[in-house]
């Protein structure tokens, strides 16, 4: 789960809504786009879960065709209740030790059990002789089904990440991390909400909270008695022929009122462990994180900055027109994809 770049792979992250793709590769001034895409995961008639992944696999070719990338290694992420990501200490133990130590602490802090799933960890040097580092763990079934629609693509899953820590290795690329000072990633997606935060002594804290973009959607179409995709359209900025006249902006507001306190709940839970520093800047990215007036809500509510983050403003691409244009239109919402690329095998 931890490598860092070699080979030629391409991160592939596969949401509830979409599929978005980046591909980079190095220059003397650092990763380049050579390749990214999106494509939207259409709503299955049948509404079953073989509908929904035949569904996913179309718009992951579908994808994968309009980028022109020729690889077929995909590198893929997980988040959700079904993933785990923690830091442990210990005392200083013998190598042989380590695992062992490693697997009873992933057993009692992970909320499901750790036979049905996979452990994995790395070590990060403490400097004080104790042993320190981050376990990451993820059951079965997610693993599995996310390989299964990377075959059913055609393509080959080399390698299984986590969405939070591809949030923070985009973020320590291309956001200077001051000394001191600690900042901390928001991703709202369709069906989870990822807050992945990196202090100074380099240990990750991530949280995958249940409620996002679907969930505030749903509540605004509640309220105003429209379908969803109505409220989508409105609050994406497209303009319907039978589009109705409504202002969203409280309704934006009630419907963000649990998302603000989960977020806000989550930060002080962080403070509590001992963490070091106050969260003093928090990039928001996500599918969701463009709508209009979301952010500056967020800014107004929450206990600490927010700014939206598309770090495609740092990052060249030398694939085109329609691949800059992709990545200026939607680059908030390809920053789990583009941290999954930076990985290798």
């Known amino acids: 789960m931890f490598g860092l770049q070699k080979n030629r792979v391409f991160g592939l992250d596969i949401g509830s809504s979409a599929v978005k793709i980046v591909q980079l590769g190095r220059s003397e001034a650092g990763f380049v786009v050579s390749g990214a895409g999106i494509a939207e995961i259409a709503s299955s008639a049948e509404d079953s879960e073989e509908g929904r ?5 179309r718009a992951i070719r579908n994808c994968l065709r309009s980028t022109g990338i020729r690889t077929r290694f995909a590198v893929c992420g997980v988040c959700g209740p079904e993933v785990a990501v923690r830091y442990f200490t210990f005392p200083s133990l013998l190598p042989e030790e380590i695992e062992g130590a490693i697997l009873l602490e992933a057993a009692q802090v992970c909320p499901f059990n750790i036979d049905e799933g996979v452990v994995d960890y790395q070590l990060i040097p403490s400097g004080d002789g ?21 075959k059913e693509a055609s393509l080959s899953n080399v390698l299984t990440d986590v969405d ?23 991703n709202i997606g369709s069906s989870f909400t990822t807050l992945a935060v990196m202090s100074d002594n380099t ?15 749903k509540k605004i ?36 009122q649990k998302l603000v306190a989960d977020v806000t709940e989550t ?19 996500g599918g969701f994180a463009p709508v209009k007036g979301f952010v500056e809500l967020l800014n107004s509510q929450l206990p600490t900055a927010t700014v939206l983050w598309n770090p495609f ?25 583009t941290g999954l690329a930076m990985r290798s095998i």
């Open 53 to 57: 992944e035949i569904n996913i696999v």
């Open 221 to 256: 179409a509640n309220e105003h008695d429209v379908s969803t995709d109505i409220v989508k359209d409105i609050l994406s900025g497209r303009e319907g022929p039978e589009q109705p006249e409504l202002e969203l902006g409280e309704s934006l507001a009630k419907a963000c």
């Open 203 to 217: 240990l990750p804290f991530v949280r995958d909270m249940a409620y996002a973009g679907n969930d505030i959607i």
């Open 130 to 150: 104790n042993v320190t580092g981050v376990l990451v763990a993820v059951t079965n079934r997610l693993i599995s089904a996310k390989r299964r629609l990377i």
């Open 164 to 186: 939070g820590l591809a949030l923070l290795n985009c973020l320590s690329e291309y956001e200077e991390q001051e000394p001191g000072r600690t900042t901390a990633v928001l």
């Open 313 to 337: 403003d740092k990052i060249s691409c030398n694939a085109g027109r329609r691949c800059r244009d992709i990545l200026e239109k939607n680059g908030p919402a390809m920053v789990v994809a």
């Open 267 to 285: 930060l002080r839970y962080y403070a509590a462990q001992g963490k070091p520093g106050f969260v003093e800047r928090i990039f928001v990215c």
